[in-house]
């Protein structure tokens, strides 16, 4: 899964503490700075479009459950990050890099032992969140493994691991997805993966609200 170029990259965070949103009201963003955010290109979207300081997110492109551990961004592993911002929330979002290519099942198992090992070395509430949908555009394109069916699997599976864990999981798919399963128009990029800028607003509307 590619990085895409950021199509909004005008849009700046802004300065007040609360913003306004139209999908949701508004977000106390001071919620978030005792947050770690892990994840792979699409969290990075959280500190590239200005919504959080770089910081608060532990991600990078091809990030995955199966891969998280043993990783390193900049140097930095994700042990040795929750160690130096000693969060008191995590918010884990993985997969989609592997789903079409993994077994949802196995990759849903990866998040375990790693909700697992994080939970062994911090007392941070850890909240594991569903992948998003992609559109039927994506999912017919032949360079790409995703599918709707592979999505929906892992999520499954996900939902199911993260019960045997201290982790929380949060179905933050069903927000992005239309009736038809596929993504919302105004919530994705021009690839049918990545999140459009204002989709981090819904996101972290729905994190204070959940969370």
Same mark, same amino acid.
């Given at each position: 899964?590619?990085?895409?170029?950021?199509?909004?990259?005008?849009? $700046?965070?802004?300065? @007040?503490?609360?913003?306004? *949103?139209?999908?949701?009201?508004?977000?106390?963003?001071?919620?978030?700075?005792? =947050? #770690?955010?892990?994840?792979?290109?699409?969290?990075?979207?959280? %500190? #590239?479009?200005?919504?959080l300081d770089e910081s *608060?997110?532990?991600?990078?492109?091809?990030? @995955?459950?199966?891969? =998280?551990?043993?990783?390193?961004?900049?140097?930095?592993?994700?042990?040795? +990050?929750?160690?130096?911002?000693?969060?008191?929330?995590?918010?884990?979002?993985?997969?989609?890099?592997?789903?079409?290519?993994?077994?949802?099942?196995? #990759?849903?198992?990866?998040?375990?032992?790693?909700?697992?090992?994080?939970?062994? /070395?911090?007392?941070?509430?850890?909240? !594991?969140?569903? /992948?998003?949908? /992609?559109?039927?555009?994506?999912?017919?394109? %032949?360079?790409? @493994?995703?599918?709707?069916? =592979?999505?929906?699997?892992?999520? $499954?599976a996900l939902k199911s !691991?993260? +019960?045997?864990?201290?982790?929380?999981? *949060?179905?933050?798919?069903? !927000? #992005?997805?239309?009736?038809?399963?596929?993504? %919302?128009?105004?919530?994705?990029?021009?690839?049918?993966?990545h999140f459009m800028g204002? $989709?981090?607003?819904?996101? *972290?509307?729905?994190?204070?609200?959940?969370?």
């Amino acid at each position: 899964l590619g990085p895409v170029q950021q199509t909004d990259a005008s849009y $700046t965070q802004p300065s @007040a503490s609360l913003v306004a *949103l139209p999908e949701a009201g508004r977000v106390d963003m001071s919620y978030f700075d005792d =947050a #770690l955010f892990i994840g792979d290109s699409i969290t990075t979207g959280l %500190y #590239l479009y200005g919504y959080l300081d770089e910081s *608060l997110v532990y991600a990078k492109l091809g990030l @995955a459950p199966s891969t =998280a551990l043993e990783s390193e961004i900049d140097g930095v592993t994700i042990n040795s +990050k929750i160690k130096a911002n000693n969060p008191k929330k995590i918010y884990i979002m993985l997969g989609t890099n592997s789903v079409g290519y993994s077994d949802g099942n196995y #990759l849903a198992n990866c998040m375990g032992e790693l909700v697992q090992h994080i939970s062994q /070395i911090t007392k941070a509430k850890i909240y !594991v969140l569903s /992948i998003p949908p /992609i559109t039927y555009y994506a999912e017919a394109d %032949y360079d790409n @493994a995703l599918t709707t069916s =592979a999505i929906n699997e892992y999520n $499954t599976a996900l939902k199911s !691991v993260i +019960k045997g864990t201290k982790a929380k999981f *949060l179905d933050f798919h069903s !927000v #992005l997805t239309a009736p038809d399963g596929y993504y %919302y128009e105004e919530y994705h990029e021009m690839d049918g993966i990545h999140f459009m800028g204002s $989709t981090y607003q819904v996101m *972290l509307s729905f994190l204070e609200k959940h969370s």
